[in-house]
């Protein structure tokens, strides 16, 4: 067998095993909304994702490594603080605010902002299957005058759907964070401490988004 085929088996064999929890099939209703085709780029400037790569030699990335993202793993912040933006959990990641804990995307009601490189391992799920495999990506719950925290969930639908669509990742491995760990996250979309109706509703919005930039196809 060559090394390459051996290669590629190996990994299927990885990707299938129990290491990895086989994530569950959760129920939606469809939406049934008229689509709105988006091409890539119409989706991501909607989106609107900064990058502020935090520095390489932080103690988080230098303990990273190479990672072809197979899982995207959702959290919320839990952080009520009326200042804690998008923008203000990079600018603390950047500083090394957070000892042992880094995230891919932040995500608030106005942008995301990204922070690790995406083919890189970041400290975000509790195991070493989902930091190994998944793209992170944090929900802001900030109170303040004017937050819309269901723009924030949409906002993160749509980021979903595009990393969906770039790395080939099936709807059933958009996990919460939940998934690795049973922790109580992302709480906002979760109810009672577990993916019910509120994490049923996301799915079904990340289904719609990725519709809308896949002619129509979903991949669930
Ligand atoms: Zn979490």
New binding site residues.
């Given amino acids: 067998m060559c090394m390459l085929l051996a290669c590629m088996l190996g990994c299927q064999q990885q990707g299938s095993s129990s290491y990895l929890k086989r994530p569950v099939v959760y129920k939606f209703k469809t939406v049934q909304g008229p689509l709105v085709a988006r091409t890539l780029g119409q989706m991501a400037r909607e989106v609107n994702i900064k990058v502020r790569m935090m520095p390489s030699n932080s103690l988080q990335r230098k303990k990273s490594r190479r990672m072809r993202p197979t899982f995207l793993?959702?959290?919320?912040t839990a952080n009520h603080s009326s200042t804690s933006t998008a923008m203000q959990h990079s600018r603390a990641l950047c500083r090394g605010a957070f000892n042992n804990r880094n995230w891919h995307f932040t995500v608030d009601q106005y942008m995301v902002v990204q922070n690790i490189p995406l083919n890189e391992t970041a400290w975000?799920?509790?195991t070493a299957a989902g930091n190994h495999n998944s793209i992170?990506i944090?929900m802001c719950e900030c109170e303040n005058r004017g937050h819309n925290h269901f723009r924030t969930w949409d906002r993160t639908a749509k980021l979903a759907a595009l990393l969906m669509k770039r790395y080939g990742i099936n709807l059933r491995r958009v996990v919460?964070?939940y998934h690795w760990t049973g922790?109580n996250?992302?709480t906002p979309l979760l109810t009672n401490g577990r993916p019910g109706p509120k994490w049923a509703w996301f799915l079904s919005r990340v289904d719609y988004y990725y519709r809308c930039i896949n002619k129509g196809v979903s991949n669930r």
């Fill in positions: 793993t959702i959290h919320s975000h799920a509790g992170g944090e919460p964070h922790k996250c992302p």
